[in-house]
Structure formats: structure tokens, C-alpha cells
């Protein structure tokens, strides 16, 4: 009898619900074994974000862009027609007393929304479209109860706008993306294929940057200007640049090169020429317009190493070069050939360019002479350099990483006469366009992403890896990265690669929060940081189609759906070896706009001798903006806030649960799952295998 007491007081009352709060962290982990876990970890993801505030991020869009109106900026208007004629999407609709138009983007009925209006329509006047009556105006404004309307809405309007951006002009990728000055500029061969063309972002599109006429020329004395008129008998053209690569002006003893206007009466040739106000100079050569060859994969830094701040850029084909957001000038570094430089730095005042293995500075406050004289010096690295980027040095001793594949060095030092390339690390390397600056360097290496201002701390590159727990994503792609880039804002260092895949590392302290992996039909070929008009972060990414496309925009991936997936880890509520009855999931979601998303829960690690909850549910949110602090969650009530729960049902038993999250869509905004509570009831204890 004393037995069976004891066994029926160990007995657990299967009506008493347990609730367990799961906080959604620690990103993707292929890895770390299942007991070891948080519960809030993930085995699957895609096309999601670690969010510096905690939960996961279903990721933002990206659209085309050419300076045009952005698709995602895109807005719509509603009327109630009294419609008595042919009326269709795609017509332009005109208002016979206002005079103001739209295009109908959309019609259910007398309902019919427009864009791209202009002016405003009035009550009870005549609608025309092509100069023919079709409707008349009922009221302004109308809607459909769905919940979605809104969304879908601002989705047809985008949609509209983004038909109106075209691609880069030319063939084959885009080479090259940069902003300058609140101006996007983009690199892609010609029609031809036979040279490499620079465009710029208006609010027409895409603009041809025209190159100026070169003239090498020497001796030129100090009254050779920029603003004045360069003549050579009957040729005349006005002087843009005067750029010395040996001597100086004063000394009247130099070598370099004028940029100048197309020639008035003939091109210039051989032989003496003067300029306005006693210029004198020996022209070398025939002026011509420089020609980049095709082919190139560019990379650009932005900084000051004279007197203003400019672009410099290098494509591995090409000569480097300056560009002041007018004017691209080449920068020759004699000795080398071919003069075709992969990686660039701008570093105290200095340009550092890289030949292979070697090293070169130009002059201090000078890109365009590198002679000993001048500063100019040489250092040979450990190996073909990959990587260069600036460091945190103090401002008496600045600092600069120097990568390969294979090992890292710092250079340190303010001149040619203080530089020191020092050996760091031997056996950490770093695979070309993965560096950013996040807190410390975050490289790409054989083993994975790393910082490299840490890894010296504990002396051990492995151990130190940020990518241990997907180890095996990053294996398969150590040699794809195309680019990769920061995101201050959400405090991410993101990674592309040449399949269509990237990952993004959201850091904080130092520390990684999370790594996810996304998916673009679009391939990253070119990645670079930018901001918008307003001063908020973006970014922008040249692709395969020509196309430039701006990142953290829209809902979309230019117009095609956006697919998601989240799988967590099996999680056994810290009972482990204990069958548990799951009755319910709650979700705590975040976002401003309609959201919907489909789950599916598997249990006990989907084994297929117990029932599991086969079908999906899917869960409807009407998010809008919010405050945090008006919101109690045991007063709950649905009333489009901004932080929702959302409760589902789960049949099942098992030892544990996994949760799925996943769904595809164009129009949904980004929204954010912040956690969940597992509620259930304890059954027996598991006997055995």
C-alpha cells in the first residue's frame, strides 16, 4: 500500500497550465548540441534579422533606384465614383473642373484608388479619360474593411512608380556603386563591352559623367591656373585641372597633366603653350579623353589627402583615380605594370594603393606624386594583399590593417618616415570586400567572420571565430563574398556572396546577438553604404541585371515576394525526459504595418510516433505606429497597436517543441517577433529509450 501512495503522489495533475516566457535570441546556431540551447535559439532561418532590441526581424525589402521617386515613397488616393462608362486599371483619369489626374492602380466597384496625382478632384465632377466622360465623383475617399487594405494599396502605388526606373545604360553587371556628396554613382561597361562608364542618379535617371580631355605637359611655371585659357596657336580651352606628378610648379622643373575643356579650333599637340596672365608650360602630348577598359571590380574610399574631401577608387584594371563629384581624374604610379591597383586606402593624409604583395603611399597632401621627394614610399606585405582598412589608432600613432588570405599586419606610423608594417597575426587572413569597421574590424577568413581587434587578445583565431555556430554555412561560402557593408543604425556588419545568399551579424558591445542568413533573387555584386536625403542610413547594391538597387526599402525584393522561415530549437521547458501536453503558444509581435504570418509547431523532435499538429495556422496582425508604454499585456484588447499578442492553439504531446514561423508575401512590411509563451501541462516521466 505505502508503494502505491507513493507513486500516486508523483502522479503530475495534468489540469494545471504552465506558462514558459521564450525569449527570441541568439540568431541561427547548425551546431551547439539541442540540451545545450536556449530555447529561444534557431536551427532554420531565412530572410531574418537578429534585432539589437532582442526577437527576430522578418528583413526589409530592396528596390531599383535611378533618382526617380522612390517606389516605396509611393502614396495613394481613394475616390467613390458613379462609374458610367469604361474604366480601368492603367487608365488616366482627368477631372473636368479641378483639372487634377491619376492613374487607377486599382478598382473594386465605385471604389477606385489612384497614384501620381496631380491637384486635388472635387464632389459631382465629370471624370474623363482620353477626353472621353466615364464616371463622376460621388465622394472623396472611400476604403474596403479588409485589413489589409492599406497595405495592398501602398503596394499597387509602388509597383507604378517602380515601372518608371531603368537600368544603368550599358552591359553586364553593375562594376561599381558609390555616393558621394547625397549623389548615387554607378560603374558598368558599355553597350560594347569595350569601356567602362561612370552615371550618376538625377531626378531623370541615370546621367553620363563625361570625362575631360588629358594634356601631359612639363616645365609649366606658377602662372599656369586653374579658370585660365590654355592656347596653342588657333587651339583654345579652358584649364579645370592642374595636376603635377614630379617637380613643382614653383621650381618650374615638374611633370603632370592638364585637364581641360574640348578644344576650340583644333586639338593641341606637341610643343610650347601658354595660358592667361603669363602661363608657360611644354605640352608633351595630344590632348585625348581617358578611356577606362571594361572588366573591373571597383572599390572606393572616401577621405581628404589634400585640401578637400574626395572619392578614390580602384578596379584591378584601371589606372586609380580621384573624383571631386565633376571630374575623374587618373592618378599614374610610375613603376608599376601593369599600373592596375585592386585596394585603395586614404590614411594620414596619404593614398595607399596595392600592387600584389606591395604596398605603395603617394606623397603626404598629395594623391598624384608619389616620388621619394614628395614622401612616397614602398613596403612589401606578407602576401597578395586582400584587405586594407583604417584602424583605431591614437592620433599619435594611426593604424592600418593590412590583409592577405593568409595573415594580417598593421601598419602603423603618420608618414614615409615613421611607417612600421608589423606582423599581428599569422595564421588570421581576410578574403577581399569583407572588412567593415563595427566596433573592431570584422573580417571574412578561412574559419569564418572575426574581429580582428580581439582575436590578439586571445591569441587563438578559432576559438575567437563569431561564426563557430555555423560553421558549416560559412565553410560553403569562405570564397563567395562580393561585398559586404555596416548598418550603424541596426548595428549590423552584413556579408554577401556570389550564389545570391549573405548574412547579417547583428553586434552589440562587441558581442554577436545573432547571425541569419538571407536570400536575394537579386546576386550582391557591389555593396555600398549610403544616406538618404533626410540624413537616415541606407545602402545601395549593383546586381547582374544593371539594375541599382537601394537596400532597407519597400516590401519587397523589387516587386517579387518576400520569403521567410524560422525554425527554433526543440526546447523542453527545463524539464528534461518529462512528456509535457502543449495547449497554446502566444506571440508578442511588433511592427506599424499589416503583417501575417503562418505556424506550424513539431514535437517531441518530430517523432512520428506521436501526434503532431501537421496543419498551419495563420496569424493576422493590423500593426500601426505605437507607444511602448500604453501597452499592459493582462489588458490586452486588439486594437492595432504596435506590440500585439496573438494566441494559437497546439494539440500535441511530446518532450519538447519546435517552433516554425514562415510565409511569403510583397506588401507585408517588417515586423518583429520579440518572444513566446509556451503554455502547457506535465504528463509522466519518459522511461527508456
Request: with cysteine; aromatic share 10%.
Amino acid at each position: 500500500m505505502a508503494r502505491r501512495s507513493a507513486m500516486s503522489d508523483a502522479l503530475p495533475d495534468y489540469t494545471v497550465q504552465e506558462p514558459e516566457y521564450v525569449r527570441l535570441i541568439g540568431g541561427l546556431d547548425q551546431h551547439t548540441p539541442t540540451l545545450s540551447l536556449k530555447a529561444g535559439a534557431l536551427r532554420e532561418s531565412k530572410n531574418w534579422e537578429a534585432s539589437i532590441n532582442g526577437g527576430y526581424s522578418r528583413i526589409k525589402g530592396y528596390e531599383r533606384f535611378d533618382g526617380r521617386p522612390n517606389p516605396s515613397d509611393a502614396v495613394y488616393g481613394t475616390l467613390t465614383l458613379n462609374v458610367t462608362g469604361s474604366l480601368a486599371v492603367g487608365d488616366v483619369m482627368t477631372g473636368v473642373t479641378s483639372a487634377a489626374t491619376a492613374k487607377v492602380i486599382y478598382r473594386n466597384g465605385s471604389l477606385v484608388v489612384t497614384t501620381k496625382q496631380t491637384g486635388l478632384f472635387v464632389a459631382a465632377e465629370t471624370i474623363n479619360v482620353g477626353g472621353t466622360p466615364r464616371a463622376t465623383v460621388t465622394t472623396i475617399g472611400g476604403s474596403e474593411p479588409a485589413l489589409d487594405f492599406r497595405a495592398r494599396m501602398l503596394n499597387l502605388a509602388a509597383d507604378e512608380y517602380r515601372n518608371d526606373i531603368l537600368v544603368v545604360p550599358g552591359s553586364g553587371p553593375i562594376r561599381g556603386v558609390f555616393q558621394f556628396l547625397g549623389v548615387t554613382y554607378a560603374f558598368r561597361d558599355n553597350i560594347g563591352g569595350t569601356a567602362s562608364i561612370l552615371y550618376k542618379s538625377t531626378a531623370g535617371g541615370w546621367t553620363l559623367v563625361p570625362f575631360n580631355h588629358s594634356l601631359p605637359f612639363s616645365n609649366a611655371n606658377t602662372s599656369v591656373q586653374v579658370g585660365d585659357t590654355l592656347t596653342q596657336f588657333t587651339s583654345t580651352a579652358t584649364i579645370i585641372r592642374v595636376i603635377v606628378e614630379t617637380g613643382t610648379l614653383a621650381s618650374g622643373t615638374n611633370t603632370g597633366r592638364l585637364l581641360i575643356t574640348a578644344p576650340s579650333g583644333g586639338n593641341f599637340s606637341a610643343g610650347a603653350a601658354t595660358s592667361t596672365g603669363g602661363g608657360a608650360l611644354t605640352i608633351n602630348l595630344g590632348n585625348a579623353i581617358p578611356v577606362l577598359s571594361p572588366g573591373g571590380t571597383y572599390e572606393f574610399d572616401v577621405g581628404t589627402v589634400a585640401a578637400e574631401k574626395r572619392v578614390y577608387g580602384v578596379d584591378g584594371v584601371n589606372k586609380a583615380f580621384e573624383f571631386d563629384g565633376t571630374t575623374l581624374v587618373q592618378i599614374a604610379v610610375a613603376g608599376n605594370s601593369p599600373d592596375a591597383p585592386k585596394h585603395l586606402l586614404v590614411h594620414s593624409g596619404h593614398l595607399l594603393l596595392s600592387y600584389g604583395n606591395s604596398l605603395q603611399n603617394s606623397g603626404i597632401g598629395d594623391p598624384f606624386n608619389w616620388t621619394v621627394t614628395a614622401g612616397g614610399g614602398e613596403r612589401q606585405a606578407d602576401g597578395e594583399i586582400t584587405i586594407l582598412k583604417r584602424l583605431s589608432g591614437s592620433q599619435a600613432t594611426p593604424a592600418a590593417a593590412v590583409c592577405s588570405d593568409e595573415s594580417t599586419q598593421i601598419l602603423y606610423g603618420s608618414s614615409n618616415a615613421d611607417f612600421q608594417l608589423v606582423s599581428y597575426e599569422d595564421s588570421t587572413g581576410a578574403k577581399a570586400k569583407s572588412a567593415q569597421r563595427l566596433g573592431g574590424l570584422l573580417v571574412l577568413d578561412d574559419h569564418g567572420v572575426t574581429n580582428v581587434a580581439t582575436s590578439q587578445n586571445f591569441g587563438n583565431f578559432v576559438s575567437n571565430s563569431l561564426t563557430l555556430n555555423i560553421r558549416s554555412y560559412m565553410q560553403e561560402r569562405r570564397n563567395l563574398c562580393t561585398g559586404s557593408m555596416v548598418l550603424r543604425d541596426k548595428s549590423q556588419f552584413r556579408l554577401f556572396f556570389s550564389d545570391g545568399s549573405g548574412l547579417y551579424l547583428t553586434m552589440a558591445n562587441g558581442k554577436l546577438i545573432g547571425a541569419m542568413p538571407v536570400v536575394f533573387p537579386n546576386i550582391v555584386r557591389c555593396v555600398s553604404r549610403g544616406e538618404t536625403p533626410n540624413g537616415a542610413e541606407t545602402a545601395y547594391f549593383g546586381s547582374d541585371s544593371g539594375y541599382v538597387y537601394r537596400l532597407e526599402a519597400g516590401t519587397s525584393f523589387d516587386g517579387a515576394a518576400i520569403d521567410w522561415d524560422l525554425t527554433t530549437v526543440y526546447a523542453n521547458q527545463r524539464r528534461i525526459r518529462r512528456d509535457k501536453r502543449y495547449r497554446s503558444a502566444t506571440f508578442e509581435v511588433s511592427g506599424n504595418s499589416y503583417a501575417q504570418f503562418n505556424v506550424i509547431f513539431d514535437l517531441d523532435y518530430g517523432s512520428t510516433r506521436r501526434r503532431q499538429q501537421t496543419s498551419e495556422e495563420s496569424i493576422e496582425l493590423a500593426l500601426s505606429e505605437f507607444n511602448w508604454d500604453e501597452f499592459v499585456w493582462d489588458e490586452f484588447t486588439w486594437d492595432g497597436k504596435g506590440l500585439l499578442p496573438t494566441t494559437n492553439k497546439i494539440k500535441g504531446s511530446g518532450e519538447n517543441i519546435a517552433v516554425r514561423v514562415f510565409g511569403s508575401s510583397d506588401y507585408f512590411d517588417q515586423f518583429t517577433l520579440n518572444s513566446v509563451v509556451l503554455t502547457y501541462s506535465l504528463r509522466k516521466r519518459k522511461i527508456g529509450g
